[in-house]
Protein backbone atom coordinates (compact mmCIF):
# COMPACT_ATOMS: atom_id res chain seq x y z
CA UNK A 1 0.00 0.00 0.00
CA UNK A 2 0.94 3.45 -0.87
CA UNK A 3 0.89 6.42 1.81
CA UNK A 4 -0.53 9.90 0.04
CA UNK A 5 -0.39 13.23 1.99
CA UNK A 6 -2.47 16.02 1.48
CA UNK A 7 -0.82 19.06 3.20
CA UNK A 8 -3.81 22.00 3.37
CA UNK A 9 -2.48 25.61 4.62
CA UNK A 10 -4.21 28.82 4.55
CA UNK A 11 -3.67 31.03 1.74
CA UNK A 12 -0.73 33.78 2.89
CA UNK A 13 -2.99 36.58 2.59
CA UNK A 14 -5.52 34.75 5.31
CA UNK A 15 -5.37 35.77 8.91
CA UNK A 16 -4.12 32.78 11.06
CA UNK A 17 -5.51 32.69 14.71
CA UNK A 18 -4.60 29.50 15.46
CA UNK A 19 -1.09 29.88 14.47
CA UNK A 20 -1.02 33.70 15.54
CA UNK A 21 -2.37 32.24 19.54
CA UNK A 22 0.46 29.52 19.04
CA UNK A 23 3.23 32.35 18.20
CA UNK A 24 1.62 34.38 21.21
CA UNK A 25 2.49 31.12 23.52
CA UNK A 26 5.72 30.22 22.18
CA UNK A 27 8.03 33.08 24.23
CA UNK A 28 5.87 32.56 27.72
CA UNK A 29 6.63 28.43 26.91
CA UNK A 30 10.40 29.61 26.80
CA UNK A 31 10.40 29.17 23.04
CA UNK A 32 11.99 32.47 21.78
CA UNK A 33 12.75 33.09 18.33
CA UNK A 34 9.94 32.06 16.43
CA UNK A 35 8.97 34.79 13.71
CA UNK A 36 5.87 33.08 12.56
CA UNK A 37 3.48 30.19 12.96
CA UNK A 38 1.29 28.73 10.50
CA UNK A 39 -1.39 25.91 11.45
CA UNK A 40 -2.52 23.58 8.50
CA UNK A 41 -4.10 20.62 7.92
CA UNK A 42 -2.14 16.67 7.25
CA UNK A 43 -4.06 14.15 5.58
CA UNK A 44 -2.72 10.80 5.05
CA UNK A 45 -3.92 8.11 2.42
CA UNK A 46 -3.28 4.82 2.03
CA UNK A 47 -3.72 3.92 -1.76
CA UNK A 48 -4.51 0.76 -2.56
CA UNK A 49 -2.51 -0.44 -5.57
CA UNK A 50 -0.09 1.56 -7.27
CA UNK A 51 -0.23 5.80 -7.49
CA UNK A 52 -0.09 6.74 -10.86
CA UNK A 53 -1.25 9.69 -12.58
CA UNK A 54 -4.68 8.64 -12.60
CA UNK A 55 -4.80 8.25 -8.67
CA UNK A 56 -3.25 11.49 -7.98
CA UNK A 57 -5.44 13.61 -10.17
CA UNK A 58 -8.60 11.51 -8.46
CA UNK A 59 -6.55 13.04 -4.89
CA UNK A 60 -6.41 15.88 -6.11
CA UNK A 61 -9.88 16.45 -6.87
CA UNK A 62 -10.59 15.18 -3.59
CA UNK A 63 -8.39 17.47 -1.70
CA UNK A 64 -10.18 20.26 -4.18
CA UNK A 65 -13.60 19.33 -3.87
CA UNK A 66 -13.85 17.92 -0.23
CA UNK A 67 -10.37 18.25 1.82
CA UNK A 68 -9.58 21.96 1.24
CA UNK A 69 -11.64 25.44 0.62
CA UNK A 70 -9.90 26.71 -2.30
CA UNK A 71 -11.10 29.88 -1.43
CA UNK A 72 -9.01 30.84 1.63
CA UNK A 73 -6.60 27.28 1.65
CA UNK A 74 -3.55 25.62 -0.64
CA UNK A 75 -3.14 22.10 -0.65
CA UNK A 76 -0.22 20.05 -1.83
CA UNK A 77 -0.06 16.57 -3.11
CA UNK A 78 2.96 14.37 -2.43
CA UNK A 79 3.40 10.54 -2.00
CA UNK A 80 5.47 9.18 0.85
CA UNK A 81 7.79 6.68 0.58
Do not use: C, W, Y
Request: aromatic share 4%; hydrophobic share 50%.
Amino acid sequence: MARVVVDVMLKPEILDPQGQAVHRALPRLGFEGIADVRQGKRFELEVEGPVDDAVLARIREMAETFLANTVIEDFIVKVES
